[in-house]
């Protein structure tokens, strides 16, 4: 007897489906299919397997699919919030992932009353998934500010600390929170009063929030060190006087705040050039530090050696998140990392389907784009613990 197959088909042939159910006929099964040509329809097709009468592994598993159309996923937004507050662990984590990976903008607006109603969730958990979405998608501003703020009395400091960096990834459009994100820099945390300076920096476009960060950055605390130094790649854009604390930083024992500080150092250009000869010195470290190394000195100088040499060794990492990482980073260098093409489509035969697709995105990037060494995008990063370091 076939077996029954339910089969969601991306392709832009119809001759070329054809075949496919053809072929899966003829091993035993009895496909019932849905056919796609873009990224549109294919969204249109999968929002509706995020409804919670499915089970949790089909709304993961769809979520992850609409993760990969990225900015046509949008309209999935509205649902993937009705996922945070989700039972299931890995439902939650999936929209999160999914939510950041959408950036939905206007698109996204229809989430915001949702989000705002998840702050005030029993649970921690849905409460901070929505206030990262929040910042993450940066709509509704004029409903968004004010409940952000109202929520900063919160009893968690991991919360009240999450909150100040959605606050501040709003800009100068979260002025009128200023008040209370100034309050915040007596919190008695210390993760607290980093972030508050960091919003306040980002709200302001100055300078104010600086010294708290440099307090951070040479106190006792390894994690409170690491975000202050991830922190000040933000400030580039109005401010270079966190470039000579972020270079001694190189120099530190501590491989988390060196990682975040080479990072952090790549924003600011060509601006940072007497940071080279430390920042080479990280070539030869852990690959999470050597990454942000040699991407930081391709911001820096506009060569793409040796970072094109680090990151095809990357390409052969055994951990796939570094394989993936590499491929990712190498698509952000554009037209500077033709010389990698050939060991980079090496990754379309990788063992993880995702590695594939991001190495055919990367291909596409490195052959259709000029070579720009500009500010690589914080959307494209992947954060790990909020330190502002990248893996």
């Known amino acids: 007897m076939p077996r029954p197959l339910r089969l969601l088909m991306v392709e832009d042939s119809e001759a070329d489906a054809e075949l496919l159910l053809r072929e899966l006929q003829r091993h035993g099964f009895d496909p019932i299919f849905h056919r796609v040509e873009s990224p549109v329809e294919m969204a249109a097709a999968l929002i509706p397997l995020l409804d919670e009468r ?4 089909i ?13 046509h996923a949008a309209p999935a937004t509205p649902a993937f919030v009705k996922m945070l507050a989700s039972d299931n662990d890995g439902v939650r984590v999936a929209a999160e992932m999914a939510i950041a990976s959408a950036q939905g903008g206007e698109a996204a607006a229809p989430a915001v009353p949702l989000l705002i109603k998840l702050l005030k969730h029993q649970e921690a958990r849905p409460r901070l998934l929505a206030i990262r979405a929040l910042g993450l998608i940066k709509v509704g501003t004029r409903e968004a500010i004010p409940a952000l703020t109202a929520a900063l009395v ?20 979260g002025k009128a929170a200023l008040s209370e994100v100034r309050k915040a820099l007596n919190d008695g945390a210390e993760e607290v009063r980093v972030a508050a300076a960091a919003a306040i920096c980002l709200i302001t476009q100055t300078e104010e929030g600086l010294p ?13 060190r690491a975000t202050a130094a991830g922190v000040m790649g933000e400030l580039a854009k109005f401010s270079k ?3 000579p604390s972020l270079i001694v930083a190189l120099r530190s024992g501590d491989a988390l705040l060196r990682a975040s500080a080479a990072k952090s150092l790549g924003e600011y250009g060509a601006d940072a050039l007497s940071a080279l000869p430390a920042m080479r010195m990280l070539l030869e470290e852990d690959t999470n530090t050597c990454a942000n190394a040699a991407i930081a000195i391709w911001q820096i100088t506009g060569k793409a050696e040796p970072t094109i040499s680090v990151l095809s060794r990357m390409l052969y990492d055994d951990k796939p998140f570094n394989r993936d990482w590499a ?19 090496e990754r379309l035969e990788d063992p993880k389907p995702w590695i594939r697709r991001h190495a055919m995105d990367a291909i596409r990037q490195i052959m259709d784009a000029p070579a720009k060494p500009a500010l690589l995008e914080k959307e494209d990063r992947q954060p790990v613990d909020g330190s502002g370091v990248t893996k």
């Open 327 to 345: 491929v990712r980073l190498l698509g952000d260098m554009k037209a500077d990392a033709k010389p990698a093409l050939q060991v980079l489509k």
């Open 241 to 243: 006087s966190a470039i």
């Open 54 to 57: 499915y089970h949790a592994s």
């Open 154 to 173: 919160d009893n968690d400091p991991e919360i009240r600390a999450t909150i100040l960096y959605a606050l501040g990834e709003f800009g100068p459009a």
């Open 59 to 71: 709304r993961i598993d769809a979520a992850s699919k609409l993760t990969m159309l990225e900015r």
């Open 212 to 224: 708290v960060l440099l307090k951070a950055l040479n106190g006792t605390d390894a994690m409170s």
